[in-house]
């Protein structure tokens, strides 16, 4: 992680925030519609977050990957990318 990384744990303590949140509504008995509004905010906010920390991953550690030169350390981080890109869409 780079110069990112605090502006992506703050992301994620407010996500954490969210889901108490949602934890808290459940108990309450909440509006079924209500609580599913809040988990829907809560995927969009992970997803900012997965995207921040693969815009990360692509500009620090492929990018050291690629100015190594090294060819098996370059088809390795390939090769993380595409496996975690395969799994998502599964």
Do not use: P, W
Not at 37 to 63: G, M, P, Y
């Amino acid at each position: 992680m780079t110069k990112n990384k605090e502006d992506i744990v703050n992301r994620l303590k407010r996500v954490e925030g969210q889901v108490r949140g949602i934890s808290q509504m459940i108990a309450d008995d909440r509006y079924c519609i209500d609580v599913l509004h809040q988990i829907q905010a809560v995927r969009a906010a992970l997803a900012k977050v997965e995207s921040a920390v693969l815009k990360d991953h692509a500009a620090c550690c492929v990018n050291e990957a690629i100015a190594s030169g090294d060819a098996t350390e370059q088809r390795a981080k390939f090769h993380e990318l595409v496996d975690l890109l395969e799994r998502v869409r599964r």
